[in-house]
């Protein structure tokens, strides 16, 4: 069997097997080198540096060029990253393959394609893995961490990091496997709208779950009027079960949407709470 047979069960040759594990360990690195001006662009470019090797020869001009043109600006998801590499990688091929053949090819479309892309899939990627996978991880984590199991920060781990690891796999492997044509069929059907929609909702059903379990504030104020004692939370909770959680998660939500310090609204909250406790409307 030779490196180029294929394997009947992922309809791709064994050395285009080998290349997806390669791209799936290599984008790992995305994050390592970042900056203002190309955010992931630099990493990108190194990412890239064994398949150009091989696509151009080491140390040609041809190779040269080729890292030249990957270290524009370059910013996306770094779970779907993978996906992105592999459809540029299977285009530097293209571009050989044309060349040696002494057709022409556009070197702006691989530029397009990864401009075109880095966006879309940003979306999906921060839907998935912050707005759904991190608060499910949470959401699953804090319950035991809460009660002191050692489980807390092993589930965490798990439940975040497994079906990260299958998407990155996957996404390198459909990158090869369906090529430049997949983006175009899911923005003409709409699947990429209808996944990035989709995966905020879900985020956003999580988050409001966890507000109602595990943000508590309850208030102790009453007051007498006669034969009638006035009791503050009887109220509250009459029109709306958890409305003093759910408003001080919106006022620290707006607080910090304005781009406001972390650590100055802890210590608001700090303050607050002494505050409140010694006024005796909570405790």
Known sequence: ?????????????????????????????????TSYTKQQGTTFAWTMIPYLED??????????ASMA????????????????FALVIAMEQERKAALDNGKEFDDAAIESIKVALMGPLAGIGDSIFVG??????????????????????????????????LIRYFATYYGFKVGTSFISQALESGAITAFTKGFSIMGLIMTGAMTAQYVSFTTT?????GETTFVLQTVLDSI???MLPLG????AFVYLRKHNNPVKLLV?????SVVLTLLGICG
């Open 1 to 33: 069997m030779t490196s180029l047979t294929e394997n009947k069960s992922t309809g791709l040759t064994k050395q285009e097997n080998k290349l997806i594990r390669s791209v799936f360990t290599r984008s790992m690195w995305l994050m390592f080198c």
């Open 55 to 64: 696509i151009y020869g080491k140390e040609t001009d041809e190779f040269y």
């Open 69 to 84: 043109r990957h270290q524009n600006f370059f910013n996306t998801t770094p779970g779907m990253s993978p996906f992105i």
């Open 132 to 165: 759904a996978l991190r608060i499910i991880a949470i959401g699953v984590a804090i319950g035991f961490s809460q009660s002191g199991s050692w489980l807390g920060p092993i589930l965490f781990l798990l439940v975040f990091n497994i079906p990260n690891l």
């Open 221 to 225: 104020f009453a007051a007498d009027f």
């Open 240 to 242: 709306l079960p958890g």
């Open 248 to 251: 001080i998660t919106m006022a």
């Open 268 to 272: 608001i909250m700090f303050i607050a």
